[in-house]
């Protein structure tokens, strides 16, 4: 299972980026607008920093000028994932910019019938959010074991990247039903390594070793 990071925060990407952890980054307007600076300089720089596919997301909502923007967006580097949302204009666009052989993220997918769509598009990626489906009573995981099921029955290359993760449930249930890559805000992938018995279980050891007066090295 891949790791994304979902955030504009280049500083935090960096960081998380030095565990070998990070296999690419999501973004999308409302994170690009929290980190407060210009869009490309966001996006070039952490191309820059994760080798892995990058989403930048188109602003427009009309073909012609989705497709213009993800030609500009694609052009900062060369693992840009264009991202679009889940409109008849998005996957119009999303089938145009992969028949060119770009990487495509088809977002904003609230249930199976639009996943199935996105994989006709021939989508790279489609990002289903379940915290947000949660958010409103849905169950965002039976959404994530829907499209994961009618994906393999007829075996579409489309991942399934599991969006709008609130906390490490969300990210190992999506892994046992085999979803290809989830986006974790950085504080749920620090949740998911951190656990006070492994620092407690971690102090008690290094006290045990003190006393013996020994060292490895
Ligand atoms: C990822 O591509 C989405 O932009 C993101 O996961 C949305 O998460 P949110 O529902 O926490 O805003």
Redo the contacts with the bound molecule.
Sequence with gaps: MKF?I?TADVGEIRELAQTGLVDGV???P??IAKSGRPMAEVIREICEVVDGPV?A?VTATDFETMLKEGHYLAAIASNVAV?VPLTVDGLKTCKALSDEGTQV?V?LCFSAAQALLAAKAGATFV?P?V??LD?IGADGMELIEDIVQIYGVYDFPTEV?V????GPNHVVQAAKMGAGVA?L?PSVLRQMYNHPLTDKGLAAFLADWKKTGQSIL
């Design positions: 994304f979902d999501t973004t999308n409302s994170l989403s997301e991202k993220n977002t990002s959010f915290g947000r958010d990247l969006a709008s993760v609130r986006t805000p």
